[in-house]
């Protein structure tokens, strides 16, 4: 099954500019750790140590949030991930 993941410029400095990633995985979970095993530079800007999703990366599946399953969301052959950085301030 293949997966393909946008890839948010903050992280392109990490994929040599590649704007998008084919990945295999039948979660979101799975389909990260493919995408971070591609790009080693990229899991410690998705994941804390643990493995969870850090909380101020939020994805999107084919444009809809998968909130509140997240990394465990079913994908599907030809499904699209999007990895968007929430941004706060004051």
């Known amino acids: ?19 998008t990633a084919e990945v295999k995985g ?19 800007r998705l994941f804390d140590k643990n493995g969870k999703l850090l909380r101020y990366v939020e994805i999107y599946v084919n444009g809809e949030t998968s909130y509140p399953k997240e990394l465990a969301r079913q994908v599907n052959d030809g499904d699209e991930i999007s990895i968007v950085y929430l941004i706060s301030g004051g």
């Open 1 to 19: 099954m293949s997966v393909r993941i946008e890839i948010p410029p903050l992280l392109r400095h990490h994929t040599n500019g590649v704007i």
């Open 26 to 44: 039948s979660t979101v979970g799975e389909c990260l750790n493919s995408f971070a095993k591609q790009y080693p530079g990229t899991r410690k």
